[in-house]
């Protein structure tokens, strides 16, 4: 059964601050993590992530992956009020009909 | 440009009712799924569909069935409302040949069962 663990499950900073989520996984046949952002409605997409070790960066916000370890991190630079949401990652194998096996999310909450 | 939608929003249940959530998706998606959330457990998937006229269960299918007789409609029914089933309720869809390919997600419809 595939599995994934956040950490940590909430995190409250201050605007301008750096933080990283964390996130392990076991999956069968490994094929992509996915990290969301989810505010107060539908999660939306941020990074897929299918190759160890290549950073994937958007503004503010990278992430990166090491299969050989089993876990991603996102990085979250000079942090903005509007970054507080619940930021999800989720992990798909080659095997399971495109199903998304999802942690229990990081709730960040950023003071101004 | 709708993506995902899904209706009703809201709805309040009496325990023992029963309902259907619709979820319509307009990018001619294979793939749908059916997830509930709840507070600090993440998405946990009930359903899901891999084309018109396939259902299969998830993780957690007690208690719904679910019915894709279009490819753009995916139905999730509760027989018997049970308290236990008051969460808020997420469909999805994604492209069925390229599991690489991120999930959309409709806004959730939020049920409370008394």
């Known amino acids: 059964e595939d599995k994934v663990v956040q950490s940590p499950l909430s995190l409250v900073v201050h605007e301008g601050d750096t933080v990283t989520l964390n996130c392990s996984y076991e999956?069968?046949?490994?094929?992509?993590l996915l990290w969301y952002k989810q505010e107060k409605k539908a999660p939306t997409f941020l990074f897929m992530l299918?190759?160890?070790?290549i950073e994937k960066k958007s503004g503010r916000l990278s992430s990166i992956l090491d299969k050989k370890e089993l876990f991603s991190i996102l990085n979250i630079t000079a942090t903005q009020t509007g970054d507080s949401a619940i930021y999800l990652c989720?992990?798909?194998?080659?095997?399971?009909?495109?199903?998304?096996?999802f942690g229990d999310g990081t709730t960040l909450t950023v003071k101004p | 440009n709708a993506g995902v939608t899904q209706t009703p929003k809201f709805r309040v249940l009496k325990t023992g009712q029963s309902m259907t959530l619709l979820c319509a998706q307009d990018?001619?998606?294979?793939?749908m799924y059916w997830y509930r959330q709840d507070p600090g457990m993440g998405l946990r998937l009930i359903h899901y569909?891999?084309?018109?006229?396939?259902?299969a269960k998830g993780e957690v299918p007690d208690g719904y069935n679910v019915s894709r007789l279009k490819k753009q409609n995916f139905l999730l029914g509760l027989e018997s409302a049970a308290p236990s089933q008051t969460s808020v309720y997420f469909c999805?869809?994604?492209?069925?040949?390229?599991?690489?390919?991120?999930?959309?997600f409709g806004n959730g419809t939020r049920l409370t069962v008394t």
């Open positions: 569909s891999v084309g018109e006229g396939t259902t």
């Open positions: 999805a869809s994604r492209q069925w040949t390229n599991s690489l390919s991120p999930l959309h």
């Open positions: 299918t190759s160890s070790g």
């Open positions: 999956v069968t046949n490994f094929r992509s």
């Open positions: 989720a992990v798909s194998g080659r095997t399971n009909a495109g199903k998304s096996t």
């Open positions: 990018m001619n998606h294979e793939y």
